[in-house]
C-alpha cells in the first residue's frame, strides 16, 4: 500500500493491488460501515421506487379516466405544490416522526414517496400520449374490473414511464441527505449519505486517503454502473414534467 | 381532455373509482406533507427550543421569530439577509455560466446545418454528474482541493505556487468550488431541456431564416432565442427553485460551517443549524415560512405555465 504522502503525489491511471487493499479497508472499516450503510440505501431506495411509481400511475389513472366532482381540482392541487420544495415542511415533518417514535425507522424515509407529484405529472402526461380509452372500455366489457384493468392492463402499457421514474426516484433517494441525516442516528442505521458526511466531520488527516477515496467510489458507483446499462431511457426522462417545446 | 368516460350502463358509478385512485396520493399527501407544513408555520409563532439539557417553550411570542430572524446579530450583519444573499450568490454563480454554456451547447448539438451525430452519446456524458451524489461529490472536492490534496501536490511540484494555497479557507476560492460543482452537476441537464425546446422548434421556421439570408448569429438572436423564451423561462426558474434548496454541497464542504466567515451558509444550512441539537423549532419554523414564500412565489409562474399548456 503507499503512503499518504505517495498517493498524494500523482495518479496513476490503471488501479494496481492498491485498489483492492483499499477497497478491502474500507469494506471492513471498523467506524463507518459502508455495506451496511449500502444495503440500507439500497432498502430505502428501492422501496421508495417502487411505491412511488405504482401509487404516481394509480393517481395519474385515477384523474385521467374518470370523471368526478373533484377530478379539476385534484389535478391543479398537484400541480400547484409540485415546485414546493420538502425542506419547507421539515420542521413540522421531523416533529411528528419524534411524536410517533419513529426516528431510526425507514417508514418516514419510504412512505411519503407514495405523494410524489413531479411523478404523478409525468404519469399523467404519458397516460395521454399511449393509453386509447377504447382499451378501458374493452376490459370493462369483458367483465374485468377496475383494479384489475390497471394492474394488468395499464401497467403493463406504462412500463417505460414506470422504467425512467423509478430509475430517477431510486437516485434521488440514494442521494438524499437532508432528511435522513436529522431522523437517522443509530449505526447501524445510517444511510451512505451520512457516512459520506462522517467521514468529513472526522478529523480526516487522520485517514488513510486511498481508503477515503474507496469510499466515494462505493457511494456513486452502483448508480453509476444502472446509469451507464440504461443511459438511453433516462435521458428520455430527463424533460418529464415540463414544458412541451 | 375531450374523450371522457361517461358511466354507460345503469347503476354502475365510475366516479367512486376516481376517489379510490387517488386516495393513497392524498392521504399520504396530506398525513406527510401538508400537516408538517401547517404544523411548520404554527411552530414559527413560538419560542420552542433547547438550552442545554432544559426545554423552553413552546410559549406563543407572536412575531417575535421573525423579528429576531431580521435583527442585526452581533456582528451587525442580519444572519437571514446575509445566508439569503450567500444562496442567491452561490446560485448565480453557477447558473449563469451554466445557462450559457448550457445555451451555446444546445444550439450546437441541434444545428440542423451541422447534423452532428452522437447526439446520445453526449447527451450521455454530460447528464452524468447530475446522478453522482452530492454529498459524496462535495467530499472529493474537499479531499482534491485540501491544503495536502493533489491539486497542491500538482501546483507545488510545477512551482506554480510557493506554500500550499488553502483553497477551503478563502471566501472566493469555496464560492467558486461550491459553484463549479452546482455547474458540472447541472449543466447537462439544462443542455438537454434546452435541445428538446430547440427541437419543439418548427424547422421550417429555420429554413425560412436562411433562405431569407441570415447567418447564423441572426438565426440564434432572431429565431432560436424568441421561440425558445419559454422554455428558457421554466428552466431557469425551475434552477432557481433548485438553487434555494442548496445545502448538499456546502454543507459537506464546509462540514456545516458555511467557512470561512459564513460566506458559504445557505438558507437550508441555517434551518438545518436550527433543527440540530438546539432543536430551535420556531426559529427552523419562521427560516422555513420565509423560505417556503419565496418559493412559492417562484412556483406560481411554473405553475402558470405548465396550467396554460394544459388548458391548450
Not at chain 2, 76 to 95: C, D, P, R
Not at chain 2, 280 to 296: D, K, R, T
Amino acid at each position: 500500500m503507499r503512503s499518504n504522502s505517495q498517493l498524494q503525489a500523482g495518479f496513476t491511471l490503471l488501479p494496481k493491488n492498491n485498489f483492492f487493499v483499499n477497497l478491502k479497508n474500507a469494506w471492513t472499516d471498523a467506524s463507518i460501515n459502508i455495506p451496511r450503510g449500502m444495503l440500507n440505501s439500497f432498502f430505502i431506495a428501492a422501496c421508495s421506487a417502487i411505491l412511488t411509481t405504482y401509487f404516481s400511475a394509480l393517481t395519474a389513472y385515477g384523474i385521467h379516466v374518470y370523471t368526478f366532482r373533484l377530478k379539476k381540482f385534484a389535478f391543479y392541487f398537484i400541480m400547484a405544490v409540485m415546485m414546493i420544495p420538502p425542506q419547507v415542511s421539515a420542521v413540522g415533518f421531523i416533529q411528528l416522526v419524534y411524536k410517533f417514535h419513529l426516528t431510526n425507522s425507514y417508514i418516514p424515509l419510504i412512505l411519503p414517496s407514495i405523494a410524489a407529484p413531479v411523478v404523478f405529472f409525468y404519469m399523467k402526461q404519458y397516460l395521454e400520449s399511449v393509453l386509447p380509452m377504447e382499451m378501458v372500455e374493452a376490459a370493462r366489457m369483458d367483465g374485468s374490473g377496475e383494479f384489475r384493468t390497471f394492474n394488468r392492463i395499464v401497467l403493463p402499457i406504462m412500463k417505460p414511464a414506470i422504467a425512467v421514474q423509478m430509475i430517477f426516484s431510486f437516485v434521488s433517494s440514494w442521494n438524499n441527505y437532508f432528511i435522513p441525516a436529522l431522523l437517522l442516528d443509530k449505526a447501524e442505521k445510517k444511510t451512505v449519505p451520512i457516512m459520506i458526511a462522517q467521514l468529513r466531520s472526522a478529523d480526516y488527516s487522520k485517514f488513510d486517503m486511498g481508503k477515503v477515496y474507496m469510499f466515494i467510489l462505493l457511494a456513486i458507483l452502483p448508480v453509476m454502473v444502472v446509469y451507464i446499462i440504461l443511459s438511453k431511457s433516462i435521458i428520455k426522462g430527463v424533460t418529464a414534467g415540463s414544458v412541451k417545446g | 381532455m375531450d374523450k371522457r368516460l361517461q358511466p354507460k350502463r345503469k347503476g354502475v358509478n365510475y366516479a367512486k373509482w376516481g376517489y379510490i385512485f387517488i386516495l393513497p396520493f392524498f392521504v399520504t399527501y396530506i398525513i406527510f406533507t401538508l400537516t408538517p407544513q401547517i404544523m411548520t408555520i404554527y411552530n414559527s409563532f413560538f419560542e420552542n427550543y433547547r438550552s442545554g439539557l432544559k426545554q423552553i417553550g413552546p410559549n406563543f411570542v407572536g412575531l417575535k421569530n421573525y423579528v429576531s430572524l431580521f435583527s442585526p446579530d452581533k456582528t451587525g450583519s442580519i444572519g437571514m439577509l446575509k445566508y439569503f444573499g450567500n444562496t442567491i450568490v452561490l446560485w448565480l454563480m453557477g447558473a449563469v455560466p451554466q445557462i450559457i454554456v448550457a445555451l451555446l451547447l444546445a444550439v450546437f448539438f441541434t444545428s440542423y446545418r451541422l447534423n452532428i451525430k452522437g447526439q446520445q452519446f453526449f447527451k450521455t456524458v454530460i447528464y452524468m454528474p447530475n446522478l453522482i451524489m452530492a454529498a459524496a461529490f462535495s467530499m472529493l472536492f474537499f479531499t482534491l482541493f485540501s491544503p495536502v490534496g493533489p491539486i497542491n501536490q500538482v501546483l507545488l511540484a510545477h512551482g506554480i505556487v510557493d506554500k500550499s494555497v488553502n483553497f477551503l479557507g478563502l471566501k472566493v476560492s469555496v464560492r467558486i468550488l461550491i459553484s463549479l460543482m452546482n455547474f458540472l452537476m447541472w449543466f447537462g441537464n439544462t443542455t438537454i431541456l434546452l435541445m428538446a425546446g430547440i427541437q419543439g422548434i418548427d424547422q421550417n421556421m429555420f429554413e425560412a431564416a436562411e433562405i431569407d439570408g441570415a447567418n447564423s448569429l441572426q438565426v440564434f438572436f432572431r429565431v432560436t432565442l424568441p421561440l425558445l423564451a419559454p422554455i428558457l423561462v421554466y428552466t431557469i426558474i425551475t434552477a432557481m427553485i433548485g438553487g434555494l434548496q442548496m445545502f448538499d454541497v456546502p454543507q459537506v464542504l464546509t462540514n456545516g460551517k458555511g467557512t470561512p466567515d459564513r460566506a458559504s451558509m445557505t438558507m437550508v444550512m441555517y434551518l438545518n443549524n436550527y433543527l440540530g441539537t438546539s432543536k430551535n423549532y420556531g426559529m427552523a419554523g419562521a427560516v422555513s415560512v420565509v423560505l417556503f414564500i419565496v418559493s412559492a412565489g417562484l412556483s406560481l409562474f411554473v405553475y402558470n405555465m405548465l396550467s396554460k399548456q394544459y388548458r391548450q
